[in-house]
């Protein structure tokens, strides 16, 4: 079985500034991690994944995410956040090689962009 | 390419009632797996289905069903409905080849 935490329920921000949002898994086997973003009242969007090779990963809307296996983690950053990225944003895993990539999601972190 | 699709937006029903929730998969995908997301929470997997069959299911029990049909389209069906069932209730459609699924906006319900 898998698991992921979200380190911070909440992180707020300034106009663009950097940001990163941190993401912890843990699973006894291969995974695929994922980032999506949920703006109010919608559904889920995908933003990045990893699923194999260059440890770094670029997404949609200038965000990018670095997969440490030593350390288990898939932190999401971005270098200069706009009001626009204020959303939910979830990390989700799924195991590789699985019959059918359920996801297992996070908690969330609320980004809060502030002017 | 047309989207993933879900109906109702909104409901409201009264504890014990039964709900049907309706999904379109996206275009070319053959596999829609349903999700859960309570208030404040990260959504959390209820089943799959893949050409008609139920392919993996959560921890949820037996009143949560749901149908595939021939053209991959779904319905999630909750009997006897309870005020904890209040959620916003997800479906992603994806290409059971492929390990990324895409979501749809999401049917919110709220049980009285």
């Known amino acids: 079985a898998q698991s992921v935490t979200q380190l911070d329920s909440q992180v707020p921000v300034f106009e663009e500034a950097p940001v990163e949002l941190r993401c912890n898994y843990s699973?006894?086997?291969?995974?695929?991690l994922f980032w999506y973003v949920q703006y109010p009242n919608q559904g889920l969007q995908l933003l990045l994944k990893?699923?194999?090779?260059?440890?770094l990963v670029k997404g949609i809307n200038g965000f990018e995410a670095e997969f440490n296996k030593s350390q288990t983690s898939f932190h999401l950053r971005k270098p200069s956040v706009h009001i626009s990225d204020t959303a939910e944003y979830f990390c989700a895993v799924s195991e590789s090689g699985g019959s059918n990539y359920k996801l297992t999601f996070g908690k969330g972190t609320l980004l809060t962009v502030n002017p | 390419e047309t989207g993933v699709t879900q109906s109702p937006t909104h409901l409201i029903k009264t504890r014990g009632q039964q709900v049907t929730l309706r999904c379109s998969s996206q275009s070319g995908h053959n596999t829609v797996s349903w999700y859960q997301q309570a208030l404040g929470q990260g959504p959390q997997f209820i089943f799959q289905?893949?050409?008609?069959?139920?392919?993996g299911r959560g921890n949820f029990p037996p009143r949560f069903s749901g149908l595939q049909f021939p053209n991959y389209s779904s319905e999630l069906n909750v009997n006897a409905l309870e005020l904890d069932d209040s959620a916003l209730y997800l479906c992603a459609s994806s290409d059971r080849r492929v390990e990324t699924q895409y979501f749809g906006p999401g049917t919110r319900l709220l049980v009285l």
């Open positions: 990893y699923l194999s090779g260059s440890t």
């Open positions: 699973s006894s086997v291969s995974v695929y």
């Open positions: 289905y893949y050409r008609e069959e139920e392919n």
